[in-house]
């Protein structure tokens, strides 16, 4: 059973910044992308960034790019969406999601999920 947990969501200030982490449950974590989502209230859930295996290469949706940074330890079986200048209308659950090897950007693509971390951004 594959397991993903984020943490690091919070309430913070236009401008401002976070960093969620994405820790997953799995002996083989090099093997797998690690994607993030987004759903703000009222909107269908919308990819945010991702990054393969090796963390060589990285995909941003054009509303994150040059504003967040996605990374990660595979010794800490760990990813992290690094988020800066924030706006309120990054407000929204973020997510992240694994799948075994392939870069791929569709949601539905992905078979594990973690349960989700509410990022708010007040003006």
Known sequence: QVQLAESGGGLVQTGGSLRLSCTASLRTFTA??????RQAPGK?????????WSGSSTVYADS???RFTISRDN???????QMTTLKTEDTAVYYCAARYMSIVTNENQYPYWGQGTQVTVSS
Request: no cysteine; glycine share 8%.
């Open 32 to 37: 797998y992308t690690v994607a993030w989502f």
């Open 44 to 52: 269908g859930r919308e990819f945010v960034s991702l990054i393969n």
């Open 64 to 66: 994150v790019k040059g």
């Open 75 to 81: 010794a800490k079986n760990t990813a992290y969406l």
